[in-house]
């Protein structure tokens, strides 16, 4: 059970920004929200992380709700290659594994 | 810097034979150790994980199996392979007891049974 829930798939126009969102309503006080995205053909790919604050970093930024019960992970502008399944995760300690969910299927239209 | 390395990339095997699939990780020491499949057109199982040395979790009962020999190696092996087996083999690392850290994927192995 990843404890998360994401849209199957979304689209966007290249160029445009992309808000990916995620909802998290059991979250714990302890757990961190990471994103990942797996390319077509490879592994996954870490994108960034957060526990309360925004958070930004150079492939993109990460706003979480002030309750935490959801989060949005922005493409500030999506290029071709950020076509990919974006996977939000909740993650609670260091040594546990994350769980995978279904993600969510972006496609970049040129 | 830390890297990690995953071999082969690409593994055709017939039903009933044996696998060894082989992970590295250089540049850190005692790091967590993962072990995930992808079927085609699924998401990723998780199939086992290490915190170190001989330790050894599994996610799921099959006929695979992990070993750990030393601090960097993470072992995959099965004695006899199923047509279900087939799928894409990744392993992963994580810095240890830190939550707040990402993991660290290779780029993995398709593994396909005849």
């Known amino acids: 059970d990843a404890k998360t829930t994401q849209p199957n798939s979304m689209e966007s126009n290249e160029e445009e920004p992309v808000h990916l969102p995620c909802n998290h309503s059991t979250i714990s006080g302890t757990d961190y929200i990471h994103w990942y995205r797996q390319l077509p053909s ?21 706003a979480i709700a002030e309750d935490r019960k959801s989060s949005t992970l922005i493409l500030h502008r999506a290029t071709l290659r950020d076509a990919a399944v974006y996977y939000c995760i909740r993650v609670n300690s260091g040594n546990t ?4 969910g279904k993600g969510t299927r972006l ?3 040129a | 810097s830390q890297t990690i390395h995953q ?9 009933g034979s044996p696998l060894s699939l082989e992970c590295t990780v250089e540049g850190t020491s005692n790091p967590n150790l ?22 050894i979790s599994s996610e799921v009962p099959q006929n695979l199996s992990a070993s750990r020999p030393q601090d960097r190696q993470f072992i995959l092996s099965s004695k006899k392979l199923l047509l279900s087996d087939s799928g894409f083999y990744l392993c992963a ?10 993991q660290h994927f290779g780029d993995g192995t398709r593994l396909s049974i005849l």
């Open chain 2, 93 to 102: 690392w994580s810095p240890d007891g830190l939550s707040n850290q990402p």
């Open chain 1, 42 to 62: 490879q592994g996954p790919e870490y994108v960034i992380h957060g526990l309360t604050s925004n958070v930004n970093n150079r492939m993109a930024s990460l």
């Open chain 2, 34 to 55: 993962y072990w995930y499949r992808q079927a085609a057109g699924r998401g990723l199982q998780l199939l086992f994980y290490s915190v170190g040395i001989g330790q």
């Open chain 2, 7 to 15: 071999w082969p990339a690409t593994l055709v095997q017939p039903v």
């Open chain 1, 97 to 100: 594994p994350l769980v995978f």
């Open chain 1, 107 to 109: 496609s970049v239209i």
